[in-house]
């Protein structure tokens, strides 16, 4: 794998199953900053062991995608990515945060697109972020970006790390276009909420199985209940049950047969 990290370029290499080997372009010791990247503090077996035990269904899911993590990402980037994310394809999302990287970003070691600062994405104009498959998220993402340097930037994110689930994301979703599910991934893809589970269209109906049907709707209301539902259900790692749910959905392009995992269609 070879990405952006750090504001810098990184490769990272399986050599062997215990060997990770890293590829700075810095060249220097980068070791800390790729674990809190991976979350290498956190053991895998024990949050896996911990999902199988509270639903059972889970483990073929678990099982099929061995190593799944959830990542730390730097918090302003993934909730200004996830402003851009909303309401729209997955390939779309790629090409307009690959958008907002080549217009606003700097390039890097390995022809790497960084994505752009708190300031620069305040201080663009919405006509300049008017661009291509970006156009309809332009305005969302110039505000959102002027709201959050407003509150403080990073500090700001950092700071919502001490408060409660609850607490926290009712802060969030009083930032401009940012609502429960962008809060949720904020949440557990940057701030290290364990418990949030991010929900969609994909994951909800999933969600509607783990919690024994249908019958909440999909309103604001109708998602802080099935997200109390899930806490309750799959308690401190329901995020990571999510990412693995999410994951396997999207590998096996449907949900797998009942005799396999339980989340038959």
Do not use: N
Not at 10 to 36: C, I, K, N, Q, Y
Not at 175 to 197: N, S, Y
């Amino acid at each position: 794998w070879a990405g952006p990290l750090g504001g810098d370029a990184v490769r990272l290499s399986l050599a062997s199953p215990d060997l990770l080997t890293v590829w700075h372009s810095r060249g220097e010791p980068f070791r800390g900053e790729v674990e809190r990247f991976l979350r290498l503090d956190v053991d895998l077996a024990t949050v896996l062991e911990d999902l199988r035990r509270r639903d059972a269904r889970l483990g073929p899911v678990l099982d099929a995608h061995q190593g799944l993590r959830v990542l730390r990402q730097d918090p302003v980037e993934c909730l200004l990515s996830f402003v851009c994310a909303v309401v729209t394809s997955i390939p779309r999302i790629s090409m307009s945060l690959e958008e907002v990287c080549r217009v606003f970003g700097r390039r890097t070691a390995l022809d790497l697109q960084i994505w752009p600062d708190l300031e620069t994405l305040a201080e663009a104009r919405p006509e300049d972020l008017r661009l291509g498959c970006l156009e309809f998220r332009c305005r969302s993402l110039s505000r959102a970006a002027q709201a959050l340097r407003e509150r403080g930037g990073a500090a700001y994110l950092e700071g919502l790390r001490h408060l409660p689930y609850e607490q926290a994301s009712a802060e969030l979703v009083t930032l401009p276009h940012v609502g429960p599910k962008v809060a949720d991934c904020v949440l557990l893809f940057a701030l290290g909420f364990d418990e949030a589970f991010p929900l969609d269209t994909h994951t909800w109906r999933l969600a509607e199985r783990l919690c024994g049907g249908p019958g909440i709707r999909r309103t604001p209301r109708g998602y802080r209940e099935m997200s109390r539902l899930l806490r309750e259900r799959l308690g401190p790692w329901a995020g990571w049950a999510q990412q693995y749910l999410f994951y396997d959905s999207l590998a096996a392009r449907r949900l797998r047969p009942p005799e396999d995992s339980g989340f038959s269609r």
